[in-house]
């Protein structure tokens, strides 16, 4: 990643760094503090690569700096408070009030997807059982397949399900055991908008990540399901919409961050 910012920088002074990462991190130590889908914990991230390249870095839990960038630049513009939930391999949330950030005491706001939807659930990769990323993540889903088409193939020969997009397209489909996935994939997600509105009173909800922009019929059932699991007063209210941005709205909340740092720099600089 360092030789990839010093060539994009083309012989530029690199002013400041902005990584939008799967956490639990420590953004003031530049700490990767577990990320179970990536498989580190307690990984140096932003300190290492700050002196690779000579430049500070701010990181980022990647749904906090998605939240920030829509709250800021897409689809969070005029709302307050901004929840961004990605849905990708794992599922996160991010929280924007007043303009910034909520990382809670100990860095873990936002992890709406190792709520506890079903004890009895399947294992999450986090080690926890019947939390919602265990029934509507991407690696979450792509076990349960594993386990629910044990073969290569289907009766007809067709290549068992191997990841969420298949497992939701033979639902959609009628293959009866992609259906019952699909729709606990539907009552976790639901939940877990249902548990975010509960808390938050968002003013909406911005959905993003490879999974939430794909599967738009799966947000929105899971939304309309998760407003008759509130009070009426936050289900009339409820919004639930697609990411502005699309891919790019941790990127973007990771530049907003890296341009904070910059200029906080530069203002330290000028006054000695």
Request: charged share 15%; aromatic share 2%.
């Amino acid at each position: 990643m360092a030789a990839v910012i010093v060539d994009l920088a083309a012989g530029e002074p690199v002013c400041a760094i902005g990584v939008a990462a799967p956490g639990p991190l420590d953004p003031a130590r530049g700490v990767i503090l577990h990320s179970p889908n990536l498989g580190w914990r307690d990984h140096p991230f932003g300190s290492g690569l700050a002196g690779a390249v000579g430049a500070p870095v701010c990181l980022e839990d990647d749904a906090n700096a998605g939240a920030l960038g829509e709250a800021l630049h897409g689809a969070g513009t005029g709302h307050d408070p901004v929840v961004y939930l990605t849905l990708s391999t794992g599922v996160g949330a991010g929280i924007v009030v007043g303009g910034g950030i909520v990382r809670g005491a100990h860095q873990a706001a936002g992890e709406i997807g190792h709520l506890v939807v079903d004890a009895a659930g399947p294992r999450c990769g986090c080690g926890g059982a019947g939390h919602v990323e265990a029934f509507v993540g991407g690696a979450g889903l792509a076990r349960r397949a594993a386990a629910a088409w044990p073969a290569a193939t289907l009766a007809d020969g067709s290549p068992a399900p191997r990841n969420a997009g298949d497992v939701l397209r033979l639902a959609r489909a009628g293959d009866p055991t992609a259906v019952l996935l699909a729709d606990d994939a539907t009552e976790a997600l639901a939940r877990a908008i249902a548990a975010v509105s509960a808390v938050l009173d968002p003013g909406v909800i911005v959905v993003g990540g490879s999974l939430g922009r794909g599967q738009r019929a799966l947000v929105r059932r899971a939304a309309a399901r998760a407003r008759r699991l509130v009070i009426p007063q936050a289900g009339g209210s409820l919004r639930v919409v697609p990411a502005a941005l699309g891919e790019r709205s941790p990127l973007v909340g990771a530049a907003v961050l890296a341009s904070g740092l910059a200029a906080a720099a530069s203002r330290e600089g000028r006054h000695g």
